[in-house]
């Protein structure tokens, strides 16, 4: 399968520990982008990636949020000290530059206890 | 800033049913706009993009229009199956290409 893939699918953590996803794009693609989704809501813009500059960041990415690309492939986001209102469901997608439709991954679910 | 709304949040029909479900945007300057499907716990499936030129575009059963001048878009599916419940997104793009989502239609069809 040469989808998107994200690493891991569930994470459970107690409140102040450190979490990292990663995020694999289709081979091809130079875009990698990170959304957000609570629920009953649609996905919340995070930050996105050409290669391996992040060009864009939301101001829903606090201090605390870190993403790299660092060789313009998978995508790592960080989240420090967590809360439990960082639980959510974190997607990542990916696209072409000039083709400009997203494709996402599974999604990795995060429980903030 | 724009805003996404999609009714109605949930519809629920028999099977066979053909069906509309809309989406509205209040900045008509888009690039793009793409339809989502997204079953329960899970990532997002990309069902159909319209281009900013665009009228429509068609995948099988599923046909969705786009009038930019009045920030409105249809999904339209055609002869609903079961297969078909999930949650239908709809997102625009502009310039960044971020996509801005409304909250979704819950549809169920049942046999």
């Known amino acids: 399968d040469t989808g998107v893939s994200q690493d891991p699918r569930h994470k459970i953590t107690k409140r102040g520990q450190n979490v990292t996803f990663r995020c694999d794009p289709i081979?091809?693609?130079?875009?990698l982008y990170w959304y957000r989704q609570t629920l009953g809501q649609g996905p919340e813009f995070l930050t996105y990636?050409?290669?391996?500059?992040?060009?864009?960041k939301s101001r829903l990415l606090s201090d605390r949020f870190s993403a790299e690309r660092p060789k313009g492939s998978f995508s790592t986001l960080e989240i420090q000290r967590t809360e439990q209102g960082d639980s959510a469901m974190y997607l990542c997608?990916?696209?072409?530059?000039?083709?400009?439709?997203?494709?996402f991954g599974p999604g990795t679910r995060l429980t903030v206890l | 800033k724009q805003e996404v709304t999609q009714i109605p949040a949930a519809l629920s029909v028999p099977e066979g049913e053909n069906l509309v479900l809309n989406c509205s945007f209040t900045?008509?300057?888009?690039?793009?706009l793409q339809w989502f499907r997204q079953d329960p716990g899970k990532g997002l499936t990309s069902l159909l993009l319209?281009?900013?030129?665009?009228r429509e575009q068609t995948s099988g059963r599923l046909n969705a229009s786009l009038d930019k001048s009045s920030g409105r878009s249809t999904l339209y599916i055609a002869a609903s199956q079961p297969g078909d419940s999930a949650t239908y997104l709809c997102a625009t793009s502009h310039n960044t290409d971020k996509l801005i989502f409304g909250t979704g239609t819950r549809l169920q069809v049942f046999p």
């Open positions: 081979s091809e693609h130079n875009r």
């Open positions: 990636f050409q290669n391996e500059a992040q060009l864009e």
């Open positions: 900045d008509s300057a888009i690039y793009n």
């Open positions: 997608a990916s696209s072409f530059s000039g083709d400009h439709e997203q494709f």
């Open positions: 319209i281009q900013s030129s665009q």
